[in-house]
């Protein structure tokens, strides 16, 4: 006698059972499968809500999130497991189960119209029919049109709105007017030299964000999470982060500011870790989307583990599958850059970027940061930055910016009474410094 596994029953104690990431993974696959039985997927569902919202899944938080279901048989469900090392392939049971249902269905549908058919040219459409769909039918994936009123429809409620940009603003005029925003699903990549002020730019990009209210989150591989932590109160303080470095140069008023300041933990999610490979990134690029990010940035691209004697060919597969988890997760990918040694003796281009041809063909806007003054020497050129803008769906250009790169603050370009306030400022903090 066969005895009948209940597989979908296993699958919701498992999940109850998983830790933070793998029921995330888990969660992303199984929302394309869903469950036959209703009280599962309800079930399900719960513990997708209670997982979105960082909260633990357990048998009192499932059974106060969702009490049409009992206590007891929630209960019951969650000591059925046996070990959650076997999730995906149960995962994999209900997988087939729905493809061969999807297979079953698709056949009979079709057996029906042929045995409709009187003569050969019908039956050979019919047969062309029969083919163009089963070629449409995977496993893991499924082949849909997109639907052009959908978009039509967007484009109408944004006219609506009156706003100026189509995404979320970069914190620069000059730069929204460019790009229109950060777009979603694009990907930015923002090129240049060390310390040339690329990190800092995102830090401002962020606090614009959170002011925003945009969900985004910063992957970093190169800072720990103190040094970002500080570049980001000094942004959202409007003050150089060397205050940060003695005590001296902190006032009492200053640090009550800095105590007041409230970065709402929902909106911008931090998370520092070097030496991460591609596969774990795209894990995180998943989970990260299920959590509602909208704006995943990452520093930086070369820091990926790669072979070096292939770099161009590495880096250029890299950039590729990140721009497509770009697009298949709905988000808005930023990548900061290294330039090559080039973009010290002249303007930077696209060239200049290491491993150019796959990042450039990856990317939908590229930003080019020009540090005039590392060229220049000249002191009026200490806080212009010119930006050399690359787009692939509209025009380039090059925008120039005021820079702060004390206070991650970037602007239009200001005006030479402000450029020499500022520079003022900064040697009277120096010279202090130096006294210390």
Not at 144 to 170: C, L, M, P, T, V
């Amino acid at each position: 006698m066969e005895i009948k596994v209940d597989v979908e029953r296993i699958v919701i104690a498992e999940l109850m059972h998983s830790n933070i990431e793998e029921r995330i993974d888990s969660i992303i696959e199984l929302e394309k499968v869903g469950f036959e039985n209703k009280e599962y997927e309800s079930l399900f569902c719960t513990i997708r809500e209670l997982t979105l919202l960082k909260k633990d899944v357990d048998i009192v938080s499932v059974y106060q999130a969702n009490q049409n279901i009992k206590a007891p048989e929630i209960s019951k469900i969650s000591s059925e497991f046996i070990s959650t090392t076997l999730l995906p392939s149960h995962i994999g049971i209900l997988k087939d189960r729905k493809y061969k249902n999807e297979l079953v269905s698709l056949i009979d549908r079709h057996n029906k119209v042929i045995k409709s058919g009187t003569n050969s040219f019908d039956l050979d459409e019919m047969r062309n029919c029969l083919i163009a769909d089963l070629s449409t039918l995977t496993r893991d994936d499924k082949a849909e049109f997109d639907r052009i009123s959908d978009y039509k429809k967007q484009i109408e409620e944004h006219i609506n709105s009156r706003a100026e940009i189509d995404g979320f603003s970069w914190g620069v005029t000059d730069l929204d007017f460019w790009t229109s925003g950060i777009v979603v699903p694009r990907v930015y990549v923002i090129g240049g030299l060390k310390k040339s002020g690329k990190t800092r730019f995102l830090i401002h990009t962020i606090k614009a964000l959170h002011q925003q209210k945009v969900p985004n989150v910063f992957l970093s591989m190169e800072m720990p999470a103190y040094e970002v932590t500080k570049l980001i109160h000094a942004s959202f303080m409007g003050f150089n982060d060397i205050r940060f470095r003695s005590s001296s140069f902190m006032k009492a008023e200053d640090m009550a500011k800095f105590k007041s300041i409230e970065i709402d933990e929902k909106i911008f999610g931090l998370e520092c870790k070097a030496g991460l490979k591609l596969d774990q990134i795209l894990s995180r690029i998943r989970r990260y989307a299920k959590m509602g990010f909208k704006v995943i940035s990452i520093d930086y691209l070369q820091r990926i583990p790669h072979d070096r004697n292939r770099q161009a060919q590495e880096l250029e597969d890299i950039a590729i599958k990140l721009a497509d988890a770009c697009r298949q997760n709905n988000i808005a990918l930023i990548l900061l850059s290294q330039l090559n040694a080039m973009g010290e003796r002249e303007a930077p281009n696209m060239g200049h970027l290491k491993g150019s041809g796959g990042i450039g063909e990856a990317a939908d806007v590229i930003f080019l940061f020009d540090n005039l003054y590392r060229r220049t020497k000249n002191d009026n050129d200490k806080n212009k930055v010119d930006i050399y803008i690359e787009q692939r769906h509209g025009d380039s250009g090059k925008a120039e910016l005021y820079s702060d790169l004390g206070s991650c603050t970037f602007n239009n370009l200001a005006t030479e009474n402000q450029l020499k306030e500022h520079n003022n400022e900064i040697q009277n903090i120096e010279s202090t410094d130096s006294l210390i």
